[in-house]
Nanobody, 113 residues
Framework: QVQLVESGGGLVQPGGSLRLSCTVS???????MAWYRQAPGKQRELVAR???????KYLDSVRGRCTISRDNVASAVYLQMDSLKPEDTAVYYC????????WGQGRQVTVRS
């Protein structure tokens, strides 16, 4: 059973930055990885994904403000978020893409003044 542990996040003012990290208990070699988020009252959505050759794709609303990266040796995935907006407030999760493992706890990101 793969375990996902997200870290980082927290409270930030609009325009601020945060970095999320995710460590995976198993290997991520050969696996597409992604960050997802779920805002209150909304369905979980794909924020960004990164392929095995580090090609990336982003949700339209975060493109240009977020950067996903990976470290296969460390079995880790990262999400750098800049120019944060209140609408980015959500619980953020990492997982593989497109079929997911069981979800981790996620990390709360709150953007407000």
């Amino acid at each position: 059973q793969v375990q996902l542990v997200e870290s980082g996040g927290g409270l930030v003012q609009p325009g601020g930055s945060l970095r999320l990290s995710c460590t995976v208990s198993g290997t991520i070699f050969g696996i597409y990885m992604a960050w997802y988020r779920q805002a209150p009252g909304k369905q979980r959505e794909l924020v960004a994904r990164i392929t095995t050759d580090r090609s990336t794709k982003y949700l339209d609303s975060v493109r240009g403000r977020c950067t996903i990266s990976r470290d296969n040796v460390a079995s880790a995935v990262y999400l750098q978020m800049d120019s944060l907006k209140p609408e980015d407030t959500a619980v953020y999760y990492c997982n593989k893409y497109p079929k997911t493992w069981s979800w981790g706890q996620g990390r709360q990101v709150t953007v407000r003044s």
